[in-house]
């Protein structure tokens, strides 16, 4: 997630800047290739135009189907703090027996706090997997460059942060859940498990009981949510179809402004290759802001901040369990937040 207020002119051209080149190099080539004598090649404004407005409503559409997706994906993880709270609180207060020493009902509340706690950063890794569709999984360069745009733009530049997070031990019973295909399922039915024999063994209220395995289901509703928007893409036919239609319009815009930057005389030509750059150079941005905003789980910079929200859930429940040695949030780094 970008938390600057305003996008630096550096941030814009790291992001998209490099599509200036190909751009300026072909419009280019249509100023001199009609320069030495190919009107020919030159075609009537109107029907560019056409092309223009129809392609502009198509990417607008994409766009705000991807904005739906991002705002969906940090609803969800906005839901699952809440109910990390509630599941913190009520574990705090609901678990006790008389005559127990006050260590062991510490234990039993650790236990289920750390397994919680456990399930949230196991299911950020398990949403950070690439799937087919997304652009580190691309073949050759761009595969290649997606890679090293989310190592120096995304995750990558949090690892200190997850060094710091694999001191704590919250996963000492991880061998019980790694025989599973998905472990973060796995560890909420460890934590309805513990619960069932916390009540057997009256630490826990059936009432109580039914009351916090009502906030487990929220976690299994949560997960499934988050993973629907991880496993399902935006529609293949909306995407790529966008992409190509850029394509076709930003190969037909010298054609069609060429013959009306003549009209202004010698100079006019050559005039058509910044504007012609900077109207194509907008048509670009605006298909890699939906590109890059589908897929909210992806580790890129402008990501749903899974990692920071993660260690504000961890630094609340370690409180509420009372403890003092407590992790400090996730503070931005070059503007992004993880």
Not at 41 to 53: A, D, E, F, K, N
Request: include cysteine; glycine fraction near 6%.
């Amino acid at each position: 997630m970008l938390v600057r207020k305003n996008i630096t002119l550096k941030g814009i051209l790291e992001f998209a800047g490099h599509h200036f080149w190909w751009l300026t190099a072909y419009m280019f080539i249509i100023a001199l290739l009609y320069k030495l004598g190919w009107q020919w090649i030159s075609i009537p404004w109107l029907p560019v135009s056409l092309i223009g407005t129809a392609v502009a409503f198509y990417v607008g559409f994409k766009n705000n189907q991807s904005y739906d997706r991002v705002w969906e994906a940090r609803k969800i993880w906005g839901a699952i703090v809440n109910s990390s709270r509630s599941w913190a609180v009520m574990i705090n207060a609901y678990v006790r027996k008389p005559d127990t020493a006050d260590a062991e009902i510490k234990t039993i509340k650790t236990a289920l706090i750390y397994r919680h706690i456990a399930w949230l950063y196991t299911l950020r890794e398990q949403l950070l997997v690439p799937t087919q569709w997304e652009h580190v999984s691309l073949k050759h360069l761009f595969g290649r460059l997606a890679a090293q745009r989310r190592e120096r733009f995304g995750i990558g530049q949090f690892k200190d942060f997850l060094n710091e997070h694999q001191k704590h031990n919250y996963f000492h019973d991880k061998h019980t859940w790694d025989f599973a295909a998905n472990h973060a399922t796995q560890i909420i039915n460890l934590q309805s498990q513990h619960l069932a024999e916390l009540e057997e063994q009256e630490f826990l209220h059936m009432r109580r009981q039914l009351d916090t395995q009502t906030v487990l289901n929220d976690f299994y509703d949560h997960q499934g949510r988050a993973e629907r928007i991880k496993k399902f893409p935006l529609p293949r036919q909306y995407a790529n179809l966008s992409f190509i239609f850029n394509c076709i319009f930003i190969f037909l815009l010298p054609l069609g402004i060429v013959a009306e930057f003549a009209k202004l005389g010698e100079a006019g030509v050559w005039l058509m290759i910044p504007f012609g750059t900077i109207v194509g150079w907008i048509y670009v941005v605006m298909e890699l802001i939906g590109d890059y905003s589908e897929n909210p789980f992806e580790g890129l910079g402008t990501d749903v901040p899974m990692l920071s929200i993660c260690r504000t859930i961890e630094i609340d429940m370690l409180q509420i369990l009372g403890e003092t040695e407590i992790p400090k949030p996730i503070q931005p780094v070059n503007d992004v937040l993880m």
